[in-house]
């Protein structure tokens, strides 16, 4: 079982500029839904990739299915693909872009800050999550989509 609040943590003391996005941003704000993995889409800068890779050498983060267990390297967090990644915390999916190119910095207008006990983080929109889950064609997307817009369907609602 994944330890989302250490990772995060982790993350959080280590500087690492970091948008929470995928299953813990649904349920951050609300949807019932349930993940096994914590996905993060995070800030390509140089001094960014070196503070994440900090926190996953803390983290004790290796490439998962992959019997060799290497550790993710400055040049594996410069790609711009998907490092799925199994921790001493659980599973951490650490993006370079989402969508089919979308950056850390396209989606800082599509941010809510959050307050997770001491830590400050940002975490993907519910409206925009929906509009990254709608290009996805997995049965678990598709299923997490009708949450998604269920609860954005009730917060609307309560606003009125």
């Known amino acids: 079982m994944t330890d989302f609040h250490r990772i995060l943590k982790t993350l959080a003391d280590a500087n690492v500029d970091f948008i929470v996005v995928g299953g813990v941003a649904a349920v951050l704000q609300g949807a019932p839904i349930h993940t096994k993995d914590l996905d993060i889409l995070y800030s390509l800068e140089p001094a960014n990739q070196a503070r994440l890779l900090g926190a996953l050498q803390e983290l004790g983060a290796v490439f998962r299915d992959d019997p060799r267990r290497i550790a993710p390297n400055l040049s594996h967090l410069a790609s711009l693909g998907h490092k799925l990644l199994t921790t001493s915390a659980g599973k951490l999916d650490c993006l370079g872009t989402i969508e ?9 207008d599509h941010v809510e800050w959050m307050q997770v006990d001491e830590m400050r983080i940002r975490v993907i929109s519910l409206p925009r999550l929906i509009q990254v889950k709608e290009k996805l064609t997995r049965p ?21």
Request: aromatic share 4%; charged share 45%.
């Open 100 to 108: 089919e190119h979308t950056t850390y910095e396209d989606i800082l």
């Open 140 to 160: 678990k997307d598709q299923l997490a989509l009708l949450q998604l817009r269920a609860t954005l369907e009730e917060r609307e609602a309560k606003k009125r």
